[in-house]
């Protein structure tokens, strides 16, 4: 195999339709296994499954064995196929063996994950022997008639956050389970930032508070891709303290890792979607099984079509082995496509985000990633799908046109030399603080002495909610007077209290923040859910409801803003020369003045909106400039309004890149003289009520996202400014003015005071 990938690579870069676009090719060597030596003696039955799957362990395992069998909280940060579950499987399965009344409860983000996970549990039970663990799923899909049984006799049950949340009320149907819970395991951790994992952090604490109460005190292990903050993540997500793993022993394949880039002269003949779609002939012909994960489900079902299509005309039987999976299709057919690609029957799936989780469809000979996927993690986690065992592989990222993607082209180094983004959880944001001390007094009488460890101790706000009669205090503690259940008012999703409901045909499919409907359902917006496509007909400000219809479409849309902003408080203010670096409580006023109508990277219309302003109180990062530079810029010819706005719009495309978030997290202002700091200023700010964490992290964070977006500007080869750099597709104001050159100077000058 491994002259084969050289000579594929070697053809690569001959062909007249590829040689151009190759931007750098980065090898990854060969790595052998490294194989480690437990220092406690395995059960029988355990050593009865290692043995007939013919299985050693890696140092790494060993290593996670060890601290979990001396009552240690682990999270593991290996990279995908190294052999995480069945590190965390062992120690739990052991102790179910020593103790028959040990409990475990393992929680996944997705259903296929969970559906995986019981797979492998049984499968042991079936290989080992001897050995009853009955696992089950219990989630919104199991019936009523098996849940009784479920907590009663199930010793690990796999679920997920959503599910957890609403049944803690019930705890009293669970004492069985919870009082011997000894494991909590979250896989596939990371997925637990921002808005969703600050609530999920406080649904954890709340689970240990009800465990506490039945007397267990569960070991945590947390299994997740690479981050730059593991230990603070996990500490941050659950309270407690962790060992570390992070040191990966198993042994991978050669693997090429290419960068191309349909826009590396700067012009672009074909769309990065048709440029995508000849790379995946190119190695389905070459006889490369290949995944191809793509932007949306629309785009993996044009992709597989266009490749089947041209395959057809040159009567080649492989069209009939090309398919699309995605969100969507049934149980039944995704099974399907799962199975035929573990055992070759198909040579390439086009496939939305759903294959890049743990779902086990074996390893493939070659990945093909369109566009980057928004973090570092889903990138290394989409590559690790290419390799089979130690064989050579090959992984492609074809870039688009915006800031991130051009970046990584222009600077591979950055992407393959540097740590994963910082995975940001808010435990202070007062809208999930609330909601979840009214779900705990839901559970239990809360007493803020004694339940210190779980809950902050927020008097404040249980006297505002005892005002609304949703609590009442009394001698055993605070509980819950409202008339709906808590978890019901509280979604995980949101952070507001006032929730939109999007309906489809009558059907509830999910909900917004107000924030987040304005931002994304406006009426003609394309919305994506679930990896479909749905066309926003209604938005209706007063029912908070959103409806829209499903429709296939071949474009999608981005809403236009224009915001100001007002400063409420200074929290925080460094003094860098004549610059101020400052961290502070705003109130943000946003103008969605309308939408981008765009096909294949290229805008076809523009339409005009007319919404109300949307107003909330975050957190906001600003950096305010002295009058001279402005005035310097002036005499020099350069446009300082242009300048501000330019270093706004980078800033902040750079900004996913190091505080784990999505572009549109995050929003922005700049102008020559903002009327509180007096100065000309460029503020950066959380986009969700009451922030989540995001603009206290970029403080810290200011140096390398400053020097990150400097280089982005001054290396784009553009003349004056473009989508490759300092053009923002959501800029109300049409990306007027921009000045490159300003742009630049501004960057430097702060970069350099932040050096010093």
Not at 260 to 281: A, E, I, V, W
Request: overall charge neutral; hydrophobic content about 35%; glycine content about 6%.
């Amino acid at each position: 195999m491994a002259i084969i990938i050289q000579d594929i690579i070697n053809q690569l870069e001959r062909n007249i339709l590829f040689k151009d676009n190759l931007e750098h090719i980065e090898i990854i060597d060969k790595k052998e296994a490294d194989f480690g030596n437990l220092k406690i003696k395995l059960s029988p039955p355990v050593l009865e499954y290692l043995s007939r799957k013919k299985i050693k362990l890696y140092r790494h395992q060993c290593q996670v064995i060890h601290y979990l069998t001396e009552g240690r909280n682990v999270i593991i940060t290996t990279p995908t196929a190294s052999g995480k579950t069945l590190a965390f499987n062992i120690p739990v399965f052991e102790a179910m063996i020593s103790d028959h009344e040990t409990r475990a409860l393992y929680l996944y983000p997705t259903k296929a994950l969970s559906q995986d996970q019981l797979k492998v549990i049984k499968d042991f039970e079936r290989t080992a022997g001897s050995i009853s663990l009955t696992p089950r799923i219990y989630d919104g899909d199991t019936s009523p008639s098996q849940r009784p049984v479920i907590r009663e006799t199930s010793r690990i049950i796999i679920s997920n956050p959503y599910e957890l949340h609403q049944i803690l009320p019930f705890h009293s149907k669970w004492q069985k389970f919870f009082k011997n819970l000894k494991f909590i395991v979250l896989d596939e951790a990371h997925r637990y930032r921002g808005v969703f994992g600050s609530h999920i952090a406080y649904v954890i604490r709340r689970l240990l508070r009800i465990a506490q109460f039945y007397g267990s005190t569960p070991q945590f292990i947390l299994s997740t891709a690479t981050l730059a903050n593991p230990l603070e993540f996990a500490e941050k997500l659950t309270g407690c303290g962790f060992n570390l793993v992070n040191e990966d022993s198993s042994p991978h394949g050669k693997k090429y890792f290419i960068f191309y880039n349909p826009y590396s002269d700067g012009t672009q003949n074909l769309s990065s979607h048709q440029h995508t779609k000849n790379l995946f002939l190119f190695f389905i012909k070459q006889g490369l099984q290949t995944l191809c994960f793509t932007v949306s489900r629309k785009m993996a079902e044009l992709v597989s079509f266009w490749a089947r299509q041209d395959l057809k005309r040159m009567n080649n039987a492989l069209s009939e082995m090309i398919m699309s999976y995605r969100a969507g299709y049934l149980p039944l057919e995704r099974r399907k496509i799962e199975n035929d690609l573990k055992h070759g029957l198909l040579k390439g799936v086009a496939t939305t985000n759903a294959l890049e989780l743990g779902i086990d469809i074996g390893s493939l000979d070659c990945v093909i990633i369109s566009g980057y996927p928004g973090t570092v993690i889903s990138t290394w986690q989409q590559a690790g799908r290419a390799g089979r065992g130690i064989e050579e592989s090959i992984v492609v990222m074809v870039a688009f046109q915006n800031p991130l993607d051009q970046y990584f082209m222009k600077h591979p180094g950055t992407f393959f030399d540097k740590s994963c983004e910082h995975a940001v959880i808010d435990l202070d944001n007062e809208h999930i603080v609330s909601g979840h001390l009214l779900c705990a007094t839901s559970e239990l009488p809360l007493i803020f002495d004694k339940d210190q460890r779980y809950l902050p101790s927020r008097v404040d706000i249980m006297e505002e909610m005892q005002k609304h009669s949703l609590v009442q205090k009394t001698p055993h503690g605070w509980v819950y007077k409202g008339v709906s259940r808590a978890t019901e008012v509280v979604s995980l999703e949101n952070i507001s209290s006032e929730v939109f409901k999007i309906i489809c045909e009558k059907k509830l499919i999910g909900t917004l923040d107000r924030e987040q409907a304005i931002r994304e359902t406006y009426p003609g917006a394309i919305f994506l859910h679930g990896g479909q496509t749905y066309l926003v007909e209604e938005l209706d400000l007063k029912s908070c409801h959103v409806h829209i219809s499903q429709k296939e479409v071949d474009y999608y849309t981005q809403s236009l803003e224009v915001a100001d902003i007002k400063i409420l408080k200074e929290l925080d203010r460094q003094r860098k020369q004549k610059i101020d670096i400052v961290l502070g409580e705003v109130e943000v006023k946003e103008h969605h003045t309308g939408y981008k109508i765009i096909k294949y990277d290229k805008i076809i219309g523009t339409q005009k909106l007319d919404l109300p302003a949307l107003r909330f109180q975050t957190i906001a990062l600003y950096i305010t400039f002295p009058h001279e530079s402005g005035e310097k810029m002036r005499i020099d010819g350069i446009d300082f309004a242009g300048s501000l706005h330019g270093m706004e719009h980078a800033l902040i495309s750079v900004f996913p890149f190091h505080v784990m978030c999505d572009r549109w997290d995050i929003g922005g202002v700049s102008t020559v003289l903002h009327p509180q700091t007096a100065k000309p200023s460029v503020f950066i700010y959380d986009g969700f009520e009451g922030g989540i964490g995001l603009a206290e992290k970029a403080i810290d964070l200011l140096q390398p996202i400053t020097q990150m977006a400097f280089d982005l500007v001054k290396d784009c080869p553009c003349e004056e400014g473009c989508p490759s750099c300092i053009y923002s597709p959501k800029c109300g104001n049409e990306n007027k003015p921009m000045d490159k050159k300003g742009t630049i100077f501004l960057l430097g000058e702060l970069l350099d005071i932040l050096k010093k």
